[in-house]
Structure formats: structure tokens, C-alpha cells
């Protein structure tokens, strides 16, 4: 399958310990690719490395760059002085501020424009999180654990509606039935970090 990246010998230690170890990865074009894999085996440090924020000691990432792709951290970096409609419209061209209503529908948080987020439960956070990400124009969005604390039909919902964005999803989550519910399972163990 040809993919939008290809992850090819990826080699990443912090000093003694190699998290990743000539670790290579395609990524399909379209669709939610769920990680799933023990906490600490080095699925969050091959989100990073996607995004930039990890340097390689070897290897390479094809067909896309860092600058392209989202980030969503498994914590979830609000604003408190930033009402909810405005953590979308600060990473929104001004031009796409009419697509708010429809970012806030695919998370499930209408009505909630002018909160600020102390007057959101934790899972409502963690969905503004998710929508921030999401307002962002990539090729690619990298979700570490996006629906911790979110309940479950809620995130299944939330997971249909990330199938149908037009760019690949790569998320973590150690949720079984969400993993259940994702386009593709990548089985992972390590570190180093390795497929099953």
C-alpha cells in the first residue's frame, strides 16, 4: 500500500536506551490507525518524532514533513483565559472561522462557545483539545490517548466521525473497545519499539 509516510529505520536512545531501534512504519493516506502497546514502549516518543519534537539518531521520515502533521498531547494545554470558541479561532484563519460549529459538532461540545475551560468537566477538555487539533489544516493528526476521560460511546462516536477527515489519523489508545472500533490495529510492544 502506498503510503502518505514512511517511517524507515527509525533509530531514537536516550542515553542507554534505545526507545527506537531501526523502527520502520507506513502510514495509509486515509483512515484511523490505532497503536496499540504497554505504556513506556515507545508509541508517544514515535508520535514526537513525527511531529518534530524528537530528533533521530538514525533513520528517516518520507513523504511528509513535521509541519504538516498535528499534534494532540496527552495533556491537554488549554488556555484558562480563553473561552472555548476562542481555542479554535486562534489557530483558525480568519477565512475558516465559520467552521467552529462543525469542529464544536465533532466533538460534541455546541452550546459550550463562551466557556471558559474551569467551567469544563474533564472530558469536555479533553474534546476541546481534540477540536483544536483538529482545526488544524494537516496531512496528518497524531492523537495521544485523545479520549482519556471522555466516556466510551461518546469517544466511539467522536472515532466514526474522525474516519471520515480527509487526512490519516494515527492515535494511541490502550481503550480496547476503541481500538476495536479503529480502521487499522498496529500491535506493538517494546522498547525497543517493535511490532508484534
Sequence with gaps: MDGLIACKELTVSFGDRAVLNRFSFQIPDR?????????????TTLLRVLAGLQPLQGGMVEGGTPQQTALLF??????PWRTVKQHL????PKSRWQEVPGLLALVELEGEETSL????????????????CLALDARLYLLDEPFA????????????????????????????????????????????????
Excluded: F, N, W
Excluded at 74 to 79: A, I, K, S
Excluded at 89 to 92: E, G, I, S
Excluded at 117 to 132: N, T, V
Design 89 to 92: 479561532t486562534d489557530v483558525l
Design 31 to 43: 483512515g484511523v490507525i490505532a497503536l496499540s502497546g504497554p505504556s513506556g514502549c515507545g508509541k
Design 149 to 196: 476521560g471522555i466516556d466510551l460511546p461518546r469517544a466511539l462516536r467522536i472515532l466514526e466521525r474522525l474516519k471520515g477527515l480527509p487526512a490519516p489519523v494515527l492515535l494511541v489508545s490502550h481503550e480496547p473497545a476503541v481500538l476495536s472500533a479503529a480502521g487499522t490495529v498496529v500491535e506493538l510492544d517494546g522498547p525497543p519499539l517493535h511490532k508484534r
Design 117 to 132: 475551560p474551569s467551567a469544563l468537566s474533564g472530558g469536555m477538555g479533553r474534546r476541546l483539545a481534540l477540536a483544536r
Design 74 to 79: 496527552q495533556d491537554d494545554r488549554l488556555l
